[in-house]
């Protein structure tokens, strides 16, 4: 395939209103602190949706945003393509319930299970419709609330969880601008180190399932932060390789936002200096598939990344699923 085929030319991004700070935990009976929090995982609040805040809400606000910026209507799109972990329903898609209420008639519409990779994965699933010639305008959302599926007394994962939705426009490459390279993975015999163990087809739930809470999140925290370090450092890699580029050509990198830690670590094996990172776990905590896009909106809203910036994206998450990115934004 012979690139740039699509860019990504507008963002937004939607959070719930309610802020969930690391102090707020001991009011739910857990067992941590501030201080534990922070310097674990460098988070510091999250978002948490409220009553009459859903997946749906969340997406359809951001990929307004997007929209507008992009001068985009909802007669226009071609597609929506939504990576999330926890749709609003398990049948249907939500990606067609933002597809209904964005009025987006012409667009077919479905959700990607990739988990945090899930943006990134629909990004180059997006990039391959538009290089068929069918599609123009496509939207691609990562989005997720994720505090409907944490299990608000296993202070292992509640404290790491946030809520929230990034939006993309993506249309056909002009000017040299777009998708410079991209790199994806998976490894599904790893999938039970992070994963919601019944209350699928498999273990339909019953109410043992839900006394226990095994339909719940649940993560071998350990494990899965070294795979992160080892398979994001390789994403970068591999992403730089691709686009025959060299650390120093990167302007901005946007990796998935779960640990400052991690980020740290894939940033110094990349080669690339922190202050060319982006981070915003610290007010987000890990919103899993929406934790780049949010981060690429905030980056462009503030001026960081600009038309014509180089910007790495990395990501990694259940399943194990990973992958990465370089762009010319
Ligand atoms: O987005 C998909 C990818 N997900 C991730 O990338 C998450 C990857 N994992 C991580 O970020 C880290 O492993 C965690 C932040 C989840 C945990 O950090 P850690 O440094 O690996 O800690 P640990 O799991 O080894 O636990 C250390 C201790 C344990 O106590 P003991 O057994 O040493 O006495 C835990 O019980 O910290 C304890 N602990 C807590 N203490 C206070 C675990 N959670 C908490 C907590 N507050 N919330």
């Known amino acids: 395939m012979k690139r740039p085929i699509a860019m990504l030319t507008a963002t937004g991004h939607a959070v719930p209103t309610r802020v969930f700070k690391n102090t707020d935990f001991a009011s739910i009976g857990i067992e941590t602190s501030d201080e534990w929090i922070r310097e674990r995982t460098g988070i510091g609040q999250r978002h948490i949706a409220g009553a009459g805040e859903n997946l749906t809400s969340l997406c359809t606000a951001a990929a307004r945003t997007a929209m507008e910026q992009a ?3 909802a007669s226009e799109l071609d597609a929506i393509i939504l990576g999330t972990a926890s749709p609003d329903r398990l049948l249907p898609a939500t ?72 939006a993309t426009v993506l249309k056909r490459s002009t000017k040299g601008r777009g998708i410079l390279s991209a790199y994806m993975r998976s490894d599904g015999t790893l999938a039970d180190l992070l994963h919601r163990p019944k209350g ?8 043992e399932i839900l006394a226990e809470g095994t339909h719940l999140l649940t993560m071998a925290g350990r494990e899965v932060f070294k795979n992160a370090v080892r398979s994001m450092a390789d ?15 990167i302007d901005v990198m ?9 980020i740290e670590a894939t940033a110094k094996h990349a080669n690339i200096p922190m202050e060319k990172v982006f981070v915003n776990v610290d007010r987000f905590g890990n919103t899993s598939a929406a934790s780049i896009p949010i981060a690429l909106s905030e980056a462009h809203a503030q001026g960081i990344v600009k038309e ?4 790495m994206f990395v990501a990694f998450g ?12």
Not at 238 to 244: E, P, S
């Open 71 to 73: 001068g985009v209507t």
């Open 95 to 166: 990606a067609v319930e933002v597809q209904a209420k964005l009025g987006a008639s012409r667009a077919v519409a479905f959700d990607i299970d990739a988990a945090c990779s899930g943006w990134l994965y629909g990004i180059q699933v997006a990039e391959g419709m538009l290089a068929t010639g069918n599609y123009e305008t496509i939207l691609v959302i990562g989005g997720e609330v994720l505090s409907r599926i944490v299990n608000w007394k296993d202070r292992n994962t509640c404290v790491l969880f946030g809520d929230g939705a990034g």
């Open 200 to 207: 699928g087809a498999a273990d339909p739930l019953t109410p």
């Open 235 to 249: 994403a970068a890699d591999r992403a730089l390789d691709g686009a025959k580029l060299s650390a120093t050509d």
């Open 254 to 262: 946007i990796p998935h936002q779960a640990n400052i830690r991690i």
């Open 308 to 311: 014509g910036s180089t910007v």
């Open 318 to 329: 259940a399943g194990f699923t990973w992958g990465s990115m370089v762009v010319r934004y």
